[in-house]
């Protein structure tokens, strides 16, 4: 294949050669996407008949979601459906007129061959280009759709809040945990609006489900991408690091609010997994493991009845273990005697080394692809959840991680200007940042923060922000655009607006603009997260399950927010801290340590030497405490 890299050549032969542009999306652990590479983009014939007719583009669709956004857009407004692989035919302006998903390289199950595909838009790119350039001017008008979209003067009410809450019990599985049917996936952002919110059924739930099922790792801790099933049981076992990022913190928030020791074990274990397997040497994570090993779907993952007593050396020990995985000869996956490991019977009590038995019985196996890009906005989302923990679990290793994924961020993932990149690899920064980059670090920036007290990261976040309104707000009709203002032209500029399957950028730039605005009392920031919540909100309202991240923004936006500042002695100041940290707080601000350009700790000081504690509530302030009891009857 004569593939090229998405840009300004690829754009330039397809003007000069007169062809239209080919375009497969994919990543790396997507499984249809490597079958239809071995089947098709590795036969010679096939092949040279791309090459000929077309001018071949490979994309990484998590390197560049703004293509991938316009493809995808495109594909489920011809077809009626999207997904990966994803292969469309655009203009050399860059407009999509054809586009589909999977091709058989011969017609089976009702799909029509990759070869006649091909034909046929040659055909029709050939015969009927006056057709093609008259559906490329509709096909823009609505990919510019979300852009165009008007904010509301509506009042954002708690009772909306309320009332998108009451419907997702509309599609929850009161049974199996989770949303909706199979395939089910996780869905972080609504678990944590769910906690944030006070519920407890629904959230708790779902968290319980899904760690005693097959989505999560019961060997080796991190959970696949979903469920293929209703009860969590057979994933598809690919792990990704957004996933591990989101579901550790809300395993963390669910231990806060229930001290169930199953999350607080499970977060630990997600972030030991992603630590062990996942992390670079320069301190970035890399984005995925494969589905995949040996070719085969989960053969890393999966054990026989018989793998298990070997590896446990037989006796009580194996029998306790296979009771308590559920395993059994017939097995669970593909009828063929494999076991996807759940937590379904009674708990060993040495569980523990059962785990380590078959960890390294594991690792004698060939291990799944991995995909070993580092994204800013995925390593991000690492950083809140290892500060976070590390911070409230006092484990130093996870705030050492924390800072150090941070400073590679801010270091290796900038351009000589300073401004962010996308991703890095092979020791290479690359791709101008997108919204979601600049807004899920401006979340971890303020996280890290507040984990560490350490003053660098407020600057930091405080100049992000500022570079985020700069370069991607929508100042006519609110809200932020995907791409920068000096981005590439595509055939459209976007907004990303729904929380799924992570926050869009928009909520998570909301959320972001929200707590710096509580940390620095800087008005300008809640203004312009305003700016999204009016365009956003009655959407949210109407389909909370595909918002939950911007409704905790709006629910944050509408809480009593406490911002509490907290000085003195570090032994006396950690007591203080602790109380902070005792329970899940969502709708609470912290600064701490020295001030050093932090608007929440200026002018404050200990009290007669001893460590205090400030407590403000919509610019008032209580009397400053010092006892940890007291501080705790301020924040109830």
Known sequence: MDWE????????????????????????????????????????????????????????????????????EACQAITGHGGWPLNAFLTPDGVPFYAGTYFPPESRHGLPSW???????????????????????????????????????????????????????????????GFGRAPKFPQSPVIEL??????????????????RGGIYDQVGGGFARYSVDPTWTVPHFEKMLYDN?????????????SGNERFRRVCCET??????????????????????????????????????????????????AIAYFGASERGNFEGSGQNVLEARGPEPSDLPEIRRALLEARSARVRPGLDDKRLTSWNALMISALAEAGAVLEREDYLEAAVACASFVLGDLRDPDSRLLRSWKDGRGRLDAYLEDHAFLLEALISLYEASGDPSWYSEATALADVLIERFEDPERGGFFTTASDHEQLAARRKDLEDSPIPSGNSAAAFGLLRLGALSGEGRYERHALGVLRLMFPLATRHPGAFGHLLRAADFYLAPVKEVAIVGPVDEA????????????????????????????????????????????RFVCQAPVTRPDDLAASLD
């Open 245 to 257: 990022a989101l579901l550790a913190r809300a395993y963390l928030h669910g231990w806060q609010v």
């Open 271 to 320: 972030l030991d997994w992603a630590l062990r397997e996942m992390r670079g040497p320069e301190g970035g994570f890399c984005s995925a493991l494969d589905a995949d090993s040996e070719g085969v779907e989960g053969k890393f993952y999966v054990w026989t009845v018989d793998e298990l007593r070997d590896a446990l050396g037989g006796g009580a020990l194996a029998e306790e």
């Open 194 to 211: 769910l906690l944030a919110r006070g519920e407890r059924e629904m959230s708790l739930g779902t968290l319980e489900a899904m760690a």
């Open 574 to 617: 950690r007591a203080l801290l602790g109380v902070v940290r005792d329970g899940y707080r969502p709708h609470l601000v912290l600064a701490a340590g020295e001030a050093d350009g932090v608007p929440l700790l200026e002018g404050r000081g200990p009290v007669d030497g001893h460590a205090a504690a400030y407590v403000c509530e």
């Open 5 to 72: 890299p998405w840009g300004d050549r690829a754009l330039a032969r397809a003007r000069e050669e007169d062809r239209p542009l080919l375009v497969s999306i994919g990543y790396s652990a997507c499984h249809w996407c490597h079958v239809m590479a071995h089947e098709s983009f590795e036969d010679e014939r096939i092949a040279a008949l791309m090459n000929e007719r077309f001018v071949c583009v490979k994309v990484d669709r998590e390197e560049r979601p703004d293509i991938d956004a316009i493809c995808m």
């Open 115 to 177: 070869r006649m595909v091909l034909d046929g838009v040659a055909e029709a790119w050939s015969e009927r280009r006056d057709q093609i350039t008259r559906q490329g001017a509709q096909m823009v008008e609505a990919l510019s759709a979300t852009a165009r979209l008007e904010p509301s003067m509506e009042p954002i009410t708690q009772d909306l809040v309320r009332e998108a809450l009451v419907s997702l019990w509309g599609t929850y599985d009161r049974s199996g945990g």
